[in-house]
């Protein structure tokens, strides 16, 4: 069974510090890993997707399947990045079989201070 | 149009109320999905459509009957619902059901069950 976990639920930082959003994944294959965020009375939307291998609004994230880590980083936090971050897995394995649903994490909430 | 559209924004019903909740998208995609929400939790995957039929039912209980009547619309037919029922209940889709294919979320219909 494949399981996305975010270890952090509330993670609080100061604006223009460092920011990463730890993410471990479990998957038998191989996995497609996405970020979506979701900021306050706004929809669920994708952030980056580790196959994409861009940088969105400042964060990037890298595939480690050594350690089958998808943290998602930022060298220097704004006030705009307080939100809802949820790390998601989709793969041959998952629910939705050859159509794939995603499975996430339990979500970190980021807040940026001041 | 570029967004995933849900109907209603709030639904409120009764456990012998039948009601009906209604996702479209005018985007071209092939894969529709629906998850269900509970305050504080990650979305969880309930059914996934690709190409307009049911490729997977997540154990969901019978209460809860997905219909796909075209390729740009997905309902989901309420039917004696229990309180613990109650959840945003989100509609995604994407352009193919592949694992690497970006879902896009509408904004939910938050569901309470008296």
């Known amino acids: 069974a494949q399981r996305v976990t975010q270890p952090e639920k509330l993670l609080s930082v100061f604006k223009g510090a460092p920011v990463e959003l730890k993410c471990n994944y479990s998957?038998?294959?191989?996995?497609?890993l996405f970020w979506y965020v979701q900021y306050s009375r706004q929809r669920l939307q994708l952030l980056l997707r580790h196959i994409s291998r861009e940088s969105i609004k400042g964060f990037t994230a890298d595939l480690n399947k050594g350690e089958t880590s998808f943290h998602l980083k930022k060298p220097f936090a704004q006030e705009e990045d307080s939100a809802m971050y949820y790390c998601?897995?989709?793969?041959?394995?998952?629910?939705?079989?050859?159509?794939?649903?995603?499975?996430f994490g339990k979500g970190t909430h980021l807040i940026i201070q001041p | 149009d570029t967004e995933v559209t849900q109907t209603p924004k709030h639904l409120v019903m009764g456990m012998t109320n039948k009601k009906s909740l209604k996702c479209e998208q005018h985007m071209g995609h092939r894969a529709m999905y629906w998850y269900k929400q509970k305050a504080k939790k990650p979305p969880e995957l309930m059914f996934v459509?690709?190409?307009?039929?049911?490729?997977i039912n997540e154990s969901v209980p019978s209460r809860f009957s997905p219909e796909c009547p075209n390729s740009s619309l997905l309902n989901l037919h309420l039917h004696a619902l229990q309180p613990e029922d109650s959840a945003l209940y989100l509609c995604?889709?994407?352009?193919?059901?592949?694992?690497?294919?970006?879902?896009?979320f509408g904004p939910g219909t938050r569901l309470t069950v008296l």
């Open positions: 998957y038998s294959g191989s996995p497609e």
């Open positions: 995604a889709s994407s352009q193919g059901p592949g694992p690497t294919d970006t879902q896009y």
């Open positions: 459509y690709s190409y307009e039929k049911l490729s």
């Open positions: 998601a897995l989709s793969g041959r394995d998952g629910p939705g079989g050859g159509a794939d649903g995603l499975t």
